[in-house]
């Protein structure tokens, strides 16, 4: 059985640093990243990894970096310079690396606001 547990949001202020973390289990996994989406907007992509590559949102780059430890099957995003509107549920995403199914966490709380 697939699980990802999201763990690290909470209420920061403008400018601060907040780092997210997702612990995966339940199979091998291909791609991981982490998604957001903020009251009334649709869900977006923050930031992917796979097999070394990254992919950043152009609205985070610079800002968020993405890693992923493949012996602990974790992955994480560290959030700097943190704006108002980065203010979002973030959710962990994971694809398993055999039939490509896709599976979410449950998603983090961040709120940026001063």
């Known amino acids: 059985q697939v699980q990802l547990v999201e763990s690290g949001g909470g209420l920061v202020q403008p400018g601060g640093s907040l780092r997210l973390s997702c612990a995966a289990s339940?199979?091998?996994?291909?791609?991981m990243g982490w998604y957001r989406q903020a009251p009334g907007k649709e869900r977006e992509l923050v930031a992917i990894t796979s097999g070394g590559t990254t992919k950043y949102a152009d609205s985070v780059k610079g800002r968020f970096t993405i890693s992923r430890d493949n012996a602990k099957n974790t992955v994480s995003l560290q959030m700097n310079s943190l704006k108002p509107e980065d203010t979002a549920v973030y959710y962990c995403n994971a694809i398993t690396a055999v039939l490509m199914k896709s599976y979410w966490g449950q998603g983090t709380q961040v709120t940026v606001s001063s």
């Open positions: 339940g199979s091998i996994f291909s791609i």
